[in-house]
């Protein structure tokens, strides 16, 4: 699995349980070196959680390959080595264990490195970090899922498939979401072992497919002297076979991102013919269509009219709306260095839906991508009002997926913290309603 730039990893950081008892908690820390070393070399760690825990170097029991030593059992190991591709697991002995939340973990840890003359040893490393524990307790009644979108530009490039699903398991999910043509290796047509991989790592971390995201790219031809409009019968064919790909891949839902004539996201007026082409499909293969409501698009628009107009017309089970957290946005997404005002779409200032409208569309919502951009070190959302909009879909009676949808700054590794803080939050949410 790969690994996090940081000392110490986001992670398998949670509480530890002997039997009814919360003993303590762990958390992961990756090899500082340029090389793995043996494990006796290891001088201990230090480790300060805010002012609830400082314990000395002693202290923290370590464990390899699910092995667990005192730090003086370590010296006198011969075979157990510290890889540079794992992370040692660390844990602390704290009786109850740390309240849920987001905690500021301070380590100084400790190695001796037989190169480096002794006057010079041992080598230590002084890193902080705000770290949020694994989230505990059903959290409601909700189920709780994870986009991999929300590690969009970390997928390909520091994360893969499996270390993606591992995040996603870590705070305790079972859903998981993917974009057809972001996720799937040689889409459309992807291979064989690709597709038992998968299903195995769906197997391995516990997790079941939710959402798959699909496109009717309706400009498909719209440049060059021959450009033309996407005909109805194509873009059912784009639909349908996204369809039967994401049944193969155990998918029950499916998010067509239909493309827009308008700034209000109307989408192109084939989309209806489209859909219709594809319901018998959808009803065989037992999945749902279900395009978004998505920001800048209210749920009091025309275009939710047509959806719910739709479902009734035909009376279809096989067609429902996806809900986009991000409509409930009342503050505004911080300008980026050298943005200036206006020269972004206003809707990243929030449309400020009120959560109240659910009750409108609640038995037509099959779907929710839980949207956000920013949530700090002391749980609070920068954007989204989580508690109104919880309750809203409590009150409606809606007991489906919650499925983390990370759209904030980019940098490497950062969205896999905000999914913790946004699971941690959602769910204390949750339970207390």
């Known amino acids: 699995m790969l690994l996090e730039r940081d000392l110490i990893q986001s992670t398998g950081f949670r509480n530890v349980r002997e039997g009814d008892r919360v003993t303590g908690f762990q958390f992961c820390v990756r090899m500082p070196s340029y090389r793995g070393m043996a494990a006796s070399l290891i001088d201990g760690i230090a480790v300060r959680v805010g002012d609830l825990v400082d314990v000395g170097p002693e202290v923290p029991r370590w464990t390899f390959g699910g092995r667990t030593y005192t730090l003086a059992e370590l010296w006198d190991v011969d075979g157990v080595r510290w890889p540079l591709e794992e992370a040692a697991v660390v844990t602390v002995p704290f009786d109850g264990g740390l ?67 591992a995040h996603v398991a870590d705070v305790g999910a079972t859903g998981v979401e993917i974009l057809g043509e972001g996720h799937i290796e040689r889409y459309p047509e992807p291979t064989t072992e690709w597709i038992d991989r998968w299903f195995a790592l769906l197997d391995q971390y516990g997790l079941e497919p939710t959402n798959y995201g699909s496109w009717i790219d309706t400009r498909l031809h719209s440049s060059g002297p021959n450009a033309r409009r996407l005909t109805a019968e194509e873009g059912a064919g784009m639909l349908q076979r996204d369809l039967r790909l994401a049944k193969r891949l155990g998918f029950r839902f499916v998010r067509p991102k239909i493309g827009v004539v308008s700034s209000d996201l109307v989408p192109d007026p084939i989309w209806t013919e489209s859909v219709e082409r594809s319901l018998d499909l959808a009803a065989e293969l037992d999945v749902v269509i279900c395009p978004e409501i998505h920001s800048p698009t209210p749920i009091k628009h025309p275009v939710v009219d047509d959806y719910i107009d739709l479902i009734e017309r035909t009376g279809t089970k096989h067609f429902g709306l996806l809900l986009d957290t991000g409509i409930f946005q009342d503050r505004p997404i911080p300008l980026r260095p050298g943005e200036l005002p206006g020269q972004r779409p206003a809707f990243l200032d929030g449309i400020g839906v009120d959560p109240a409208d659910i009750a409108d569309i609640a038995k037509y919502v099959v779907f929710i991508q839980a949207k956000f951009h920013d949530i700090d070190e002391h749980q609070e959302d920068q954007q989204i009002p989580w508690e109104p909009v919880l309750r809203a879909l409590t009150d409606a009676g809606y007991t489906g997926y919650l499925s983390s949808e990370y759209e904030g700054e980019r940098e490497p590794w950062r969205a896999i913290e905000q999914v913790r803080r946004q699971h941690s939050l959602i769910r204390r949410i949750a339970a207390g309603l």
Do not use: N
């Open 99 to 165: 309240p849920q939340g987001t905690h500021e973990v301070s380590i100084e840890l400790r190695l001796r490195m037989s190169y480096i003359p002794e006057e010079h040893q041992p080598s230590t490393y002084r890193v902080s970090r705000h770290i949020t524990l694994t989230p505990e307790g059903d959290g409601g009644a909700f189920q709780y899922g994870v986009s991999l979108y929300s590690y969009m530009t970390d997928y390909g490039t520091v994360l893969d498939l499996d270390t993606a699903l």
